[in-house]
């Protein structure tokens, strides 16, 4: 079976991943959401994300709120950043396409885009979206960053799974429909 | 009981509830969704919409994709149009919350606020949302007219009900939890 890429992140009710100055506190992870986020993780073994999310997962490995991944390939896509390694990532920046593609003939387990929205809408309009999981917190942000920022044409998916804790969370996930007509 | 302010209406992924110009094509309601529509309806007995939802609507039924609602009470609030009835509705401007409040006085079934977003958004800012029915189908649109437009407080809600549908949609149904310390 090919590697997919799988989209993923938690978000409130309006779409928002964080809040406007990069905060996560509205997202409480119980025991459940850990055990859920360990299970998703062991099928992953390469993270694709954007320079802010990356700016922000150093911040928080340094201060101990999200542990380090030894293991896992981290890829940083940015223009800005020179390409190479830096804090424990491997920056790059070119085609998405062509470095997915390669990603998918190299044998491993399944590649996670944890964002953010801008590299979600990049990937969302090359379509190199496989598959979402996505979870979905009972509260309304009002303002925050936007998870699935505007600019890429209608994607449809098949839901696989919806599941909800006792947090209030909702945990969707679904697999991309690539049907002829709808391209 | 008190009568609530029920929140509904149906969105894509990424949280839009028509396309830029209007359409809600993306939005199949299939029999089982009209028979929930039906059900639902059954405990409404009044209807609060923004003016351009209104106009929205005046069209959908001269073409017969909505039927008409009598017996359900009808307001529009618009600054822009003159208050009184029009169009089968009753157009009203002034305070949300003290039209809220009187509504809620007068015995009757539960009041449903059926968009658009600038309206709920309005709604959300005067904390007067009780419960949300939100279909969420299974696609992201890429654009168009959001459901919850930016510009509110936090709303923390509870979770009551987790759906999914055949047709890859989820219905979900949440209480608003108003403890004190979340104001």
Redesign the interface.
């Known amino acids: 079976m090919a590697r997919k890429v799988i989209l993923g992140f938690g978000m409130s ?3 928002y991943i964080a809040r406007r100055n990069g905060a996560l506190d ?1 997202l409480k992870i119980d025991a459940e959401g850990e055990a859920l986020m360990a299970e998703f993780f062991a099928g992953i073994d390469t993270i694709l994300m954007g320079r802010k999310t990356a700016a922000g997962m150093v911040k928080m490995r340094k201060s101990g709120e999200v542990p380090e991944t030894p293991g896992m390939a981290s890829y940083v896509f940015s223009r800005r950043w020179k390409p190479g390694p830096r804090d424990g990532f491997e920056v790059v920046n070119g085609s998405l396409r062509e470095f997915v593609m390669q990603l998918k003939r190299r044998r491993g387990k399944d590649i996670y885009l944890g964002g953010g929205g801008g590299l979600c809408r990049s990937f ?1 309009q090359e379509d190199l979206v496989d598959e ?1 999981y ?1 979870g ?1 917190g ?7 960053i936007p ?2 920022p ?10 696989r799974e ?3 804790y006792p947090n ?3 945990g ?1 996930r ?1 697999a991309r429909v690539r049907e002829k007509k709808a391209r």
Do not use: E, H, T
């Open positions: 009710l309006d779409g509205f969302l979402m996505l979905i009972p509260m309304l942000l009002g303002d925050g998870g699935f505007a600019g890429f044409p209608q994607r449809n998916f098949r839901l919806c599941k909800s209030g969370s909702v969707l679904y």
